[in-house]
């Protein structure tokens, strides 16, 4: 009797292992579609055109907005700092500061191991 129940036992977890993931990502797929899918109006979405519901296509234009809104985020930031440091012609090529900012950074940056490969100047 024990016996069967180790094998019942191992057959349970190998089947919890393997259907865990699974449900898991298919729930989280299904969360971000009904989250995005208000947001998106009924012309665009795929389940006006196509006899079936699609999933995870919310997955993907949550991921296409959230990479947009990086992109935008790093051109503002880069254009708000770029009269700084970074257009330095004595700037370090590894971190895009410039040497001459503080002393305290000149000595952070020279404890870098090949700095003198990556400084322009």
Known sequence: MSRIRNYFLTGLVLVARLTSPQTLTWWFIN???DLVR???????RPETYLP???PGTGLIIAFL???VLGFLTAIWSDA?????ARTS???CRW????????SRYSRRCSRIPGR???VSG
């Open 31 to 33: 969360w971000v579609d």
């Open 38 to 44: 208000p947001l998106i109006p009924a012309t665009y």
């Open 52 to 54: 079936v519901h699609v």
């Open 65 to 67: 907005a959230l990479t």
């Open 80 to 84: 708000r700092w770029s009269s700084s």
């Open 89 to 91: 012609s004595t700037a």
């Open 95 to 102: 971190c895009g500061r410039s040497t001459r900012a503080s």
């Open 116 to 118: 003198a490969s990556v």
